[in-house]
């Protein structure tokens, strides 16, 4: 693991060193109810029927190794009847020959880019002030996560997933860490996101940030993200990394986080 002090947070090669060297482990598949290897990929199974590959890198295999990979991963989760949705996550500085085409060819289809962003947890720490009426609090019951969960999916323009609620209950459930915060107005769910400190690492993530449109450019998000660091250094967390869309970009730049690499989810559905 790259050392906190030879960590350069003004210096996005040093920040995306310390990514690649603390997070692309096994913290990558907190909760997985399994991992199999195959190669240098990691394989997690999740509750909900969902499937997840990851890796450091692909070891300088070629084309058509990559191909074998990929053909590889698909026989392993069509094995699995449960398994009904893949994500293959890719990054944009790694070398991976053929990788689009062979996914492609695979069945799989790419969603949009995110941007990966990195920068110190106290960063984000600041004052923002509410709009009326709108507060911020960490939630753990069932309805409060139902909720922050339906909205979420009508935001990204998802069907509510039963499934998929339940498999964040399972993660609650293991107490591992995973902190799951929300803004409302007058009962309703305005904001959500979750934190994820990374054991054993000077991270933690900052995820989801859906926001109600009507509810947008009003400091919501600004807030919520103020209060998830608040948490992360209140563990002893140090570095924050976030995949951010092109709505969370800008706001975690004005904060001083720096965009070291762009990541893009291939999803395989049966």
Same mark, same amino acid.
């Given at each position: ?20 060297? *603390? ?41 058509? *190794?990559?191909?074998? /990979? ?65 507060? /911020? ?42 902190? /799951? ?90």
């Amino acid at each position: 693991m790259v050392p906190l002090k030879m960590i350069r947070v003004d210096d996005s090669t040093s920040l995306l060193a310390a990514y690649d060297d *603390q997070l692309r482990t096994d913290a990558e598949v907190p909760g997985a109810l399994s991992v199999a290897r195959c190669g240098p990929l990691r394989l997690a199974t999740y509750a909900g029927g969902r499937g997840f590959v990851t890796y450091r890198d692909l070891g300088g295999a070629g084309a058509g *190794q990559v191909r074998r /990979l990929v053909a590889d991963v698909v026989e392993h989760y069509r094995a699995d009847p449960a398994i009904e949705r893949v994500e293959w996550k890719t990054r944009g500085h790694d070398r991976a020959p053929g990788l689009h085409d062979a996914l492609l060819v695979a069945g799989f289809a790419p969603d949009e880019p995110e941007t990966i962003m990195i920068g110190p947890v106290r960063a984000l720490v600041a004052d923002v002030p509410l709009p009326a009426g709108v507060a /911020l609090r960490r939630v753990v019951d069932e309805r409060d996560v139902r909720a922050m969960c339906a909205m979420e999916d009508e935001v990204f323009g998802e069907p509510v997933s039963a499934a998929a609620v339940d498999a964040v209950l399972r993660r609650l459930a293991l107490d591992d860490g995973m902190q /799951l915060w929300l803004a409302e107005a007058a009962g309703v769910v305005v904001c959500a996101g979750r934190l994820e400190p990374v054991p054993g690492t000077d991270f933690a993530g900052i995820w989801g940030g859906a926001t109600r449109p009507e509810w947008r450019g009003r400091g919501i998000y600004r807030a919520l993200t103020a209060a998830r660091a608040r948490a992360a250094l209140e563990l002893g967390k140090s570095l924050v990394h976030s995949d951010c869309t092109e709505y969370s970009r800008p706001i975690l730049e004005r904060s001083g986080l720096r965009a070291v690499s762009t990541t893009t989810p291939y999803r395989w559905v049966r």
